[in-house]
């Protein structure tokens, strides 16, 4: 069998997608479970607001340079 040039990209392109669905329909059953994923997050999170490091503090930034202007004009340099 032989495939015609006008449905090489279609074939192709089913061919992608379906190695694609198969991949993603694999790791989709071994997947863990969603509730324990969402146990695990909340679990670090607690995890997270209970340690006693306090956040810094923003320092000032200096801008050097000129301020910036929009170039309405481009052809006036």
């Given at each position: ?5 006008d ?7 089913a ?5 694609c669905t198969?991949v993603a329909?694999t ?12 146990r ?5 999170r607690?995890?997270?607001?209970s340690?006693g490091?306090a956040?810094?503090s923003p320092e000032p930034v200096?801008?050097?340079?000129a ?5 309405v004009n481009?052809?006036q340099r």
């Open positions: 069998m032989q495939i015609r040039e449905n090489r990209n279609m074939f192709l392109l061919t992608v997608a379906l190695c198969v329909g790791l989709a059953l071994l997947e863990p479970d969603s509730g324990q994923i969402a695990q997050v909340a679990d670090q607690v995890a997270a607001d340690s490091i956040p810094a200096r801008v050097v340079g301020p910036f202007t929009l170039n481009p052809s």
